[in-house]
């Protein structure tokens, strides 16, 4: 009964520590945007100094989670829950990847006026930010409809992707400068769809987690 005990006091540090994680990427997400908005330099570059943090307790969850199952053995529903912790917690990693590689492109485009302010690459960011909070909630409280509901914001997130592919295309003629910054910016909102991507990745673990069966919400 103590192993028992032990075990899911484990399996809540555990729970714990990717909360933790999820709510330092969903930061970085908010930063990166926000540093490519105001071409703010010191932002950008305290974003991608972030990630180092985010690696480690990725090593850590994945530690912690197979330490669990080797020493543990857990049932088939607990060993759902630690595989589902480990898929997590790579996706967050990947996640906090391309907040770095949106905080990059603002310092590649080093402070130069933007073509137009950011209007649509705003709301795929909130929109991937909620999304990544909604997975995490879907995670802690077992809620496979919550999970379930990603979905639909993943296509809101895709439609949003779209208007900035074509509004690229729209803007772009023979000035490399703008031609580049645009192919930059469009950059920008493919990484926030991926984001989006991962999110729902995230859904369609909580969704196995709970139920045991597997659903595609990334169609």
């Known amino acids: 009964m103590d192993n028992r005990i032990n075990f899911h006091q484990a399996l809540d540090q555990l729970q714990e520590k990717l909360l933790e994680m999820g709510g330092q990427v969903q930061d970085m997400i908010v930063q990166a945007v926000k540093a490519l908005a105001r071409q703010d330099e010191k932002l950008a ?12 307790m990725t090593l850590t969850i994945e530690e912690e ?47 130069e006026e933007l073509v137009k302010p950011l209007e649509t690459i705003p709301q795929m960011a909130e929109l991937s ?9 879907a995670f802690t409280e077992r809620d496979v409809h919550r999970a379930a509901a990603l979905a639909e914001k993943d296509d809101q997130v895709d439609k949003l992707y779209s208007g900035v592919a074509n509004e690229s295309l729209q803007l772009m003629g023979s000035d490399f400068a703008v031609n580049r910054q645009l192919t930059q910016l469009l950059l920008t909102a493919h990484f926030l769809e991926r984001v989006a991507d991962h999110t729902t990745n995230i859904g369609e673990g909580v969704i196995y987690m709970v139920t045991g069966k597997r659903k595609d919400l990334n169609i």
């Open 65 to 111: 989670s197979l330490r669990l199952i080797a020493l543990q053995r857990p049932m088939a529903s607990d060993l759902r829950i630690i595989s589902a912790a480990l898929k997590i917690a790579t996706d967050l990693e990947r996640i906090a990847d391309h907040a770095v590689d949106i905080a990059k492109i603002c310092l590649r485009l080093n402070g």
């Open 45 to 56: 570059r305290q974003t991608i100094a972030q990630d180092d943090r985010i690696d480690e």
């Open 129 to 137: 930010q909620i999304m990544l909070r909604e997975s995490l909630l």
